[in-house]
């Protein structure tokens, strides 16, 4: 199963950097999102707690742009079929799952650093916040993945990703937020524990819960 | 995956609806290894429904449909494993080359050797298998869509209309490859063309159900 889900894996980066179809539009949204923050605030400096914020604003509006592609684009040029008649559902699940996490984290890599140098952040407890990031990100696409998965066999495709991935990331993105602005302000491990804890459990639930549900939505 | 293994595909009593309207009810076949059989019927009688439901593509509403290797069931999540499919709405990758598709099938197969180069020789794609299938004729993806039914070596081939956008050597490559397919393993076409229906033994028509 691992070594099917790595090839699709593999095929959707090769497919990405030939079709650049999530890549480009991920890109320009971000550049577009900053620089209206940085033209916005001119020399202001915001509190920690509106930067976490925007950050994860960031965030979660980039990956709605790109992440739905995995599915929505083998739908729409009928490739599905390709691996549905090549792999066990469970492999295209983990291979999408993988492929979009990789991509998260450039986002997001990309998204922080861009903010760094736009607003000149001063972050306190760098390895914390990494990790407060890294989580979010990992529960962030593991959501992502399972609802481009059901809005690829939808109608109406653009509006139905951010309505219905926003409640369920609901909690996540709280707890993201709640430790990212705790971080920028120094706090150590003790002080963002319980969110640490949330974000963990959160990922493992909507990986099982994506991994039991998937075969259901994959086939018919 | 060789021709050894004794298969048997069965349908009992299949129907398929969608919402309330029936396709087509009580579909009853049993196929073994050595045997053709194609389904005919008019525009909308079920021919590529029933097809994809064999495929494991679509399920069907009622009834039974089971394949069995070696006397043993085998299970639905790893049926893709003994069937090589062709039809007009499976695309491959256009960002891709023709070698290239082959290549990532196999891969995502976890198909150990490449035998991609032996495949393309045999549907007459080699000497092309570098250009990219954006730039491919309709006739040319049909032949790809050929290789990539038979790259695993499949037990079981089903064709949905094989020959459409084909030229007289590409009929005959489709025609090569049923005919080797019916001599030891299972070969299934829908279609209601009288060159594809005589490449089979037998038929079921979805309209004398």
Redesign the interface.
């Known amino acids: 199963m691992f070594?099917?889900a790595i090839?699709?894996c593999?095929?959707d980066f090769?497919?990405e950097i030939?079709?650049r179809y999530a890549i480009n539009a991920l890109l320009m949204f971000i550049i577009v999102v900053i620089s209206v923050i940085k033209f916005s605030l001119g020399e202001e400096k915001l509190s920690a707690e509106m930067n976490a914020g925007l950050i994860w604003i960031i965030i979660f509006f980039a990956t709605s742009n790109g992440l739905s592609r995995v599915f929505v684009s083998e739908e729409e040029?009928?490739?599905s079929?390709?691996?549905?008649?090549?792999?066990?559902?469970r492999?295209v699940i983990l291979g999408k799952l993988i492929f979009n996490t990789v991509l998260t984290f450039i986002i997001n890599f990309f998204i922080i650093i861009l903010y760094i140098l736009i607003t000149d952040l001063t972050i306190k407890n760098i390895a914390l916040f990494s990790l407060s990031v890294s989580l979010g990100t990992l529960g962030l696409s593991a959501v992502m993945t399972i609802i481009a998965a059901l809005i690829s066999k939808a109608g109406s495709k653009g509006t139905l990703y951010p309505v219905l991935s926003f409640p369920l990331l609901l909690p996540l993105m709280l707890a993201s937020i709640s430790s990212t602005w705790l971080t920028i302000e120094g706090a150590g491990l003790s002080a963002i524990a319980g969110e640490l804890q949330m974000m963990v459990s959160y990922t493992i639930v909507v990986i099982t819960a994506s991994f039991l549900l998937f075969?259901l939505i994959w086939?018919? | 995956m060789g021709g050894l293994t004794d298969i048997r595909l069965e349908a009992v009593n299949l129907t398929k609806k969608f919402d309330r309207k029936t396709i087509f009810e009580n579909v009853n076949f049993e196929l073994t290894k050595k045997s053709s059989v194609a389904i005919t019927g008019r525009n909308g009688s079920g021919k590529s429904t029933l097809i994809k439901i064999i495929a494991n593509l679509l399920t069907q509403s009622s009834g039974e449909l089971n394949l069995f290797s070696d006397g043993k069931k085998v299970k639905k999540e790893i049926v893709y494993r003994y069937i090589g499919f062709v039809s007009p709405y499976l695309n491959l990758y256009d960002e891709f080359t023709g070698a290239e598709n082959l290549k990532i099938a196999s891969a995502i197969r976890g198909i150990s050797g490449d035998n991609s180069d032996s495949v393309l020789k045999q549907v007459g794609l080699f000497e092309r298998r570098h250009d990219l299938l954006k730039i491919y004729s309709s006739g040319m993806k049909q032949r790809l869509k050929i290789a990539f039914s038979i790259l695993h070596d499949p037990y079981i081939l089903l064709l949905d209309e094989p020959t459409s956008n084909l030229d007289l050597e590409g009929v005959s490559v489709v025609d090569d490859i049923a005919g080797g397919y019916k001599k030891d393993r299972i070969l299934i076409i829908a279609t209601n063309d009288a060159h594809e229906k005589s490449l089979c033994d037998s038929e079921i028509n979805l309209n004398k159900i």
């Open positions: 070594k099917q090839a699709i593999k095929k090769r497919s030939r079709t040029r009928g490739t079929l390709v691996l549905k008649l090549s792999s066990e559902a492999s075969e086939n018919d």
